[in-house]
């Protein structure tokens, strides 16, 4: 699992405004956490991982999403009104097998506002190129164990695209396959973390951000040879689109 930006600094207000935080409940200390990233995809809805979601049955009643704050802000986060887990997302396997995307519908619509605004899709045909410099954000660790320091203000780090094979290659030494719906970004000390999990990684594509993947799971954080791994958005676009535009 991954939760936090490593080699990143603090974003300024109102640039990242899809960013969302997920605030979980956890029943057994019956405390309110800021556990994983979002993003905002339409007016009612959230992108994030499907692995941020507790597990088994959750309520939805548990989560609430965090708009347009830099700062973890559970009182002014909203109620999710709907839980959807891709189906092929395995609890047993966990990020490592794929399909790590999840959608949360809210109860009202947001209202974009300059702190709050939506990210596109990427078309289906785009690709992105090995060393192509993109962005991943959020509130995680910034390094393996190390909590980000108060005020907790979110974090950037720019990150290349690095080639499916290359990660492939990089992952098996290890015994870990990355597959088709898995994207890989990051360098030596720039990564995300423990606590990004669920955010979105977003690239420039055509002169417009668009989100190209989720952050997932990878090999400690920052390591040399072993990259970030992200749940591919456009391997899931037609289920998005399917929930999204028919609930």
Request: glycine letters at 12%; proline letters at 9%; hydrophobic letters at 40%.
């Amino acid at each position: 699992e991954l939760v936090g930006i490593v080699g990143g600094h603090d974003a300024a207000d109102g640039k990242w405004p899809w960013q969302v935080g997920l605030w979980v409940f956890n029943p057994i200390s019956s405390l309110w956490n800021l556990t994983c990233g979002g993003s905002l995809i339409h007016p009612q809805w959230v992108l994030t991982a499907a692995h941020c979601i507790p597990e088994r049955n959750p309520e939805t009643r548990h989560i609430k999403v965090q708009l347009g704050q830099l700062r973890p802000s559970y009182s002014d986060s909203v109620q999710v009104a709907r839980i959807i887990c891709h189906p092929n997302y395995s609890l047993g396997q966990g990020p490592e097998g794929g399909a790590d995307v999840a959608l949360l519908k809210l109860e009202a619509p947001v209202r974009p506002s300059n702190l709050v605004g939506l990210i596109s899709l990427p078309p289906a045909s785009s690709s992105f190129p090995p060393g192509t410099r993109c962005w991943v954000t959020g509130w995680g660790d910034i390094a393996s164990g190390v909590l980000l320091p108060p005020p907790k203000n979110l974090q950037e780090v720019d990150v290349p695209i690095v080639a499916d094979e290359i990660c492939w290659w990089q992952y098996l030494r290890i015994n870990k396959v990355i597959t088709d719906d898995m994207l890989c970004a990051g360098s030596w000390g720039l990564d995300s973390c423990q606590g990004d999990s669920g955010g979105p990684l977003v690239c420039i594509w055509r002169g417009t951000w668009v989100q190209v993947g989720v952050v997932s799971w990878g090999e400690g954080c920052g390591l040399p040879n072993f990259p970030g791994v992200y749940a591919r958005v456009t391997s899931f676009l037609p289920w998005i689109h399917h929930h999204i535009h028919s609930s």
